[in-house]
């Protein structure tokens, strides 16, 4: 009989796993700063011209325009990844556009309200929500959607780089894969363990239920089952690496995926407020003036 000893783990060569840029991220920030940049030149210079610059009076109330145009361009972006998939472009070149013009929107719809509500007269009334057909509160509706936006953007990139440097460092990628290869670890156990003896067979059946951690206490074997143990141990101490590997991957998908049930219901909301204070402030701005 022997004690058998642990082996010594090799590590699995490293695969590079990487996103390409796209190049309309750049074309998509140069325009929103234009953008931008035109309409705080027109707010600096109706703020310097007019006694009470505000959202009834020009060129601030065609800001309330601008900002609404570019909310619906953001929402393309939604249109194009679950909807209508026919739309021209790369999802990822949709949402670059969707996170700088969802961006600049809010600084847009701030000048057109001229900051109010913002830096100060700062109510939660409910009169004050309700006013001009509740233009306080799509501008509140908007301001909460990009900063979950913002909050979604950086738990995404958190989530690319755990899931890269998993994939780089278990030696088989991502979730899929990895659930492929644990599969195919399986099998190999059971064949190992295959008319070996009682406590082979303890050994192996204790380790595959509990994945992520190995029996601290070894099998006492004869001595022609302990080479076949030393492969089998390999395979196991292989699916621990690799079910850990796992957990951390499925958490990363866990957070964004919570963080989605969150920014979804807000953004519709957030549009049907933005949109019925929009369209009335259109209807009063071209159906009564006539």
Same mark, same amino acid.
């Given at each position: 009989m022997a004690l058998v000893s642990e082996p010594i783990q090799q590590r699995n060569i490293r695969r590079?796993?990487?996103?390409?840029?796209?190049?309309l991220n750049w074309v998509f920030l140069?325009?929103?700063?234009?953008?931008?940049?035109?309409?705080?030149?027109?707010?600096?210079?109706?703020?310097? &011209?007019? @006694? *009470?610059?505000?959202?009834?009076?020009?060129?601030? +109330?065609?800001? =309330?325009? !601008?900002?609404?145009? #570019?909310? %619906?361009? &953001?929402? @393309? *972006?939604?249109?194009?990844?679950?909807?209508?998939? +026919?739309?021209? =472009?790369? !999802?990822?070149?949709? #949402?670059? %556009?969707?996170?700088?013009?969802?961006?600049?929107?809010?600084?847009?719809?701030?000048?057109?309200?001229?900051?109010?509500?913002?830096?100060?007269?700062?109510?939660f009334m409910q009169d004050r929500l309700t006013e001009a057909a509740y233009g306080t509160s799509a501008l509140y509706a908007l301001l909460l959607l990009?900063?979950?936006?913002?909050?979604g953007r950086l738990l995404d990139i958190w989530q690319s780089r755990v899931i890269t440097a998993e994939a780089n460092t278990?030696?088989?990628?991502?979730?899929?894969?990895?659930?492929?290869?644990?599969?195919?670890?399986s099998l190999a156990v059971d064949r190992w363990s295959a008319g070996k003896s009682i406590p082979f067979k303890q050994y192996c059946a204790q380790a595959l239920a509990t994945p992520r951690q190995l029996p601290s206490l070894l099998p006492v074997l004869a001595?022609?089952?302990?080479?076949?143990?030393?492969?089998?141990?390999?395979?196991?101490?292989?699916?621990?690496?690799l079910e850990k590997s796992l957990q951390r991957q499925k958490r990363a998908h866990l957070v964004i995926r919570t963080w989605r049930y969150v920014h979804i219901p807000v953004a519709c909301i957030a549009l049907l407020v933005i949109s019925y204070h929009s369209i009335f402030e259109l209807w009063k701005m071209f159906v009564l003036k006539q």
């Open positions: 590079i796993w990487k996103t390409s840029g796209s190049k140069l325009l929103a700063l234009i953008i931008t940049g035109s309409v705080y030149w027109l707010y600096r210079a109706a703020v310097a &011209t007019q @006694a *009470y610059p505000g959202p009834y009076n020009d060129p601030l +109330r065609e800001f =309330g325009i !601008v900002s609404f145009v #570019l909310v %619906l361009i &953001t929402f @393309a *972006y939604t249109l194009r990844r679950r909807f209508v998939r +026919r739309l021209p =472009g790369m !999802v990822q070149n949709w #949402l670059w %556009l969707h996170i700088w013009f969802g961006t600049i929107s809010i600084f847009i719809a701030c000048m057109h309200n001229n900051f109010q509500g913002i830096t100060y007269d700062i109510s990009v900063f979950t936006g913002i909050v278990n030696g088989v990628g991502i979730i899929r894969s990895v659930e492929e290869r644990l599969f195919e670890l001595s022609h089952e302990v080479d076949d143990f030393q492969c089998t141990y390999g395979i196991l101490s292989e699916k621990v690496q």
